[in-house]
């Protein structure tokens, strides 16, 4: 946030560094996003209900070549477009099928995302601001985790992001570079040029999770519009390119789809898109302030600093001193996160889109901290460290009451408050003595330990058995009969895990005492159903949430 500078310059003039300079901060940047984007994407197995289907669905696209219709088990299934279905079939193709496979595309798309930001970081702002974006928002936790998520949001927010960049040219808030002024490009191609991949992105950002991209990016730039008064630029975003574009990138597979599939229409628009906004049919239902708490747990280490942001922040929007490209990033992610607190449905990943701009924010914020503003922002840093701190003694000395399930995340209960206590300590330090590119390279160096860290504790601990991946796995050491293997009332996280590792579609026990079954369960049937039938115990042994038992279930003579 900073005073309105002219649109032909970046609001910081870049300052020359030395070649050396250069190489060191790119290595740097190049090693937080490898870390931070692509490593331990198969540590944990899939997790949660959305994970295992959406993986079975690419790997059905993968096997069959039907890239039209989304199938799981065999069944059409309309809840997401397939941008992602057909990036994790490619990924399986190329690389086999596994967790890493189903969970790169994410993890590629959070990398273009932030690439994204740092060029927009750099326009607006400068090199300095750029540094930071590229070391703060992969670092963030709402990056890492979506990126380690075999999903549709971070595909969905990608593209909404990378959206961004056309429309700030179009909106003429990019300030011209040397060589465009030099050779004197035409606006009217520049503008041409823009249109299309603002059509692009938006039609890939469609075909990611619905009509909503229109929504968000037309509402950021409508608010902004109205704020700035630019109405006349705005129009520039309804080019004929920008519509022929979304139509040619978005359209065929609505209309394909729709054309093998009478009830695609309904089920998708109707039941996954209005009805999953406007009423709580989905059982997503949370209080208006979810979201506000979603974002400082996504910002984690840096909330501290997004909080400070905030409050420095409103100071200034009272002083009227925000330039065009800043309210851009605030009416882009603002109406994002309005958007979706107004939804009669909430999950954290809906206001992904949100966190890049906010992100881009939180970097300008850091680099433009004034002398005088500099010792609140540190005095609150060194409070967040020495309230991690607490906190950590506190799970270590009284783990069963800080904590449920304190056995299984230990790794995440000491890992998680000693690197925020971490990277927050080094920041105050470092800000302290006017440090400040200093302060943001030793706060990030502590995630490549981290990093490296999880890898070791989530092979030994109930970490790596939290999944369905290690059931599974015990099943088939077992060699339990996939044809005789029923359940009973488990999770549909559990179950749709198990069906993707089995490859199979596990059917809920009938209770039926004239057939032979085995019976995976996390109940005690044994002493109720031996009146009725022979009953053996056959347990998989481990330290997870939960214990299941598989029972062999016969007919009695």
């Not at 750099?122 to 670092?139: M, Q």
């Not at 109720?528 to 007919?555: G, K, S, Y």
Request: glycine share 4%.
């Amino acid at each position: 946030m900073e005073l309105p500078l002219p649109a032909q310059a970046p609001a910081n003039p870049p300052r020359k560094t030395s070649r050396i300079a250069a190489i060191l901060w790119t290595t740097l940047i190049c090693a937080t996003l490898y870390v931070c984007c692509f490593t331990r994407l198969e540590a944990v197995g899939f997790v949660g209900p959305d994970e295992p289907r959406y993986a079975w669905i690419a790997r059905d696209m993968a096997e069959s070549g039907d890239l039209i219709t989304p199938r799981l088990y065999g069944k059409p299934w309309f809840e997401k477009p397939p941008l992602y279905y057909w990036s994790a079939a490619l990924s399986f193709k190329i690389f086999g099928v596994s967790e890493s496979s189903a969970r790169l595309p994410s993890a590629l798309f959070a990398l273009l995302a932030t690439l994204a930001m740092g060029w927009l970081a750099w326009r607006f702002y400068g090199g300095e601001t750029a540094r930071w974006l590229l070391l703060l928002l992969p670092t963030s936790a709402g990056m890492i985790g979506f990126s380690h998520a075999a999903g549709t949001d971070m595909p969905f927010a990608a593209m909404i992001t990378l959206a961004m960049i056309p429309t700030a040219n179009l909106l003429g808030l990019i300030p011209r570079s040397q060589i465009e002024l030099r050779d004197r490009t035409p606006p009217l191609s520049s503008n041409v040029f823009n249109a299309i991949a603002l059509g692009l992105c938006l039609g890939l950002a469609t075909l990611a999770k619905g009509p909503a991209a229109l929504i968000l990016a037309g509402g950021g730039v409508f608010f902004f519009a109205l704020f700035t008064k630019r109405l006349r630029e705005t129009t520039r975003l309804l080019h004929p390119a920008a519509i022929a574009a979304f139509c040619v990138t978005a359209l065929p597979w609505y209309v394909l789809c729709a054309i093998r599939n009478p009830d695609f229409f309904h089920v998708f628009i109707i039941e996954h898109n209005f009805k999953r906004f406007l009423t709580p049919e989905f059982q997503h239902i949370q209080p208006f302030w979810y979201y506000a708490g979603v974002l400082l747990v996504a910002f984690l280490p840096w909330t501290p600093i997004l909080l400070w942001a905030l409050f420095a922040g409103l100071n200034r929007i009272r002083l009227n001193t925000l330039s065009p490209s800043t309210l851009l990033l605030l009416c882009w992610s603002l109406f994002c996160v309005t958007f979706f607190t107004i939804s009669r449905s909430k999950l954290p990943g809906y206001i992904l889109p949100a966190i890049p701009p906010v992100g881009l924010l939180l970097a300008r914020s850091c680099t433009s901290i004034s002398l005088v503003k500099r010792w609140p922002l540190v005095v609150s840093l060194l409070a967040f460290s020495c309230a991690w701190a607490a906190f950590l003694i506190a799970t270590l000395e009284h783990p069963e009451q800080m904590l449920r399930n304190a056995v299984a995340f230990k790794p995440v209960i000491i890992l998680v408050p000693f690197l925020c206590g971490l990277v927050n300590l080094l920041l105050a330090v470092f800000l302290a003595f006017r440090r400040r590119s200093a302060a943001v390279v030793a706060a990030v160096v502590p995630f490549f330990v981290s990093f490296w860290l999880f890898g070791i504790v989530s092979g030994f601990s109930p970490l790596s058995v939290l999944s369905s991946r290690y059931i599974a796995q015990q099943i088939q050491a077992n060699q339990i009969p996939l044809s005789l293997l029923r359940v009973d009332q488990l999770k549909r996280a559990t179950l749709y895990g198990l069906n993707f590792y089995l490859q199979t579609d596990l059917r809920e026990w009938d209770r039926n005492p004239s057939r032979e079954v085995y019976v995976l369960t996390n109940r005690m049937y044994c002493s109720v159903e031996r009146a009725e039938m022979n009953c053996d115990d056959l347990w998989i042994e481990q330290e997870r949430l939960d214990t299941f038992n598989v029972l062999h279930l016969t007919p009695k003579n």
